[in-house]
């Protein structure tokens, strides 16, 4: 039988990238059953678009230049996602008053009313979860994934700076 991994720490590391995969895959479906009575949206779309826009937000609106570097994409990249969630009629652009070169986006009243129904049935669910995973090793989870992503970040600037 062919292994992926011949040694010990090969074989945890293998378990890890499966476990991570599992869990990404059981919590998407446990948020897919518990959003079945939510409106029909992008909502992993407007969920990132509005969690950067919280960071941002001054009276309710963000240019979307900003928004885009603070979400790590490309204007172009975000103006799709945008558009999709105007379709839907969960936010809005519009020229900004002070300069009509920059583009201002906003949440609607029902992309307001649409993302709340959506949190709260996400930390209704979260916190079931939570529940029977306790309190102290959430928060001992959660100090090791800020390690673990500080690691990953080091070791890509690393990468990078090989290649240069």
Request: aromatic content about 10%; some cysteine.
């Amino acid at each position: 039988m062919y292994k992926l991994f011949s040694d010990a720490s090969g074989e945890q590391l293998c378990e890890f990238l499966i476990t991570t995969e599992r869990i990404w895959k059981t919590s998407t479906e446990g948020f897919r059953n518990v959003f079945t009575d939510c409106p029909p949206c992008h909502f992993e779309l407007l969920f990132k678009i509005c969690l950067s826009m919280n960071k941002l937000e001054k009276n309710g609106t963000v240019n979307v230049s900003d928004l885009a570097r603070e979400m790590h994409v490309l204007p172009s990249a975000l103006s799709r996602d945008l558009r999709t969630l105007e379709n839907e009629k969960l936010v809005e652009r519009y020229a900004d008053p002070e300069d009509r070169r920059r583009m201002i986006v906003r949440l609607t009243d029902f992309g307001s009313s649409v993302f709340e129904e959506y949190e709260t049935a996400l930390l209704s669910y979260l916190r079931c979860v939570l529940e029977r995973f306790g309190e102290e090793n959430f928060r001992r989870l959660l100090a090791l994934q800020k390690d673990l992503l500080f690691s990953f970040e080091e070791e890509n600037n690393v990468q990078k700076e090989g290649r240069a």
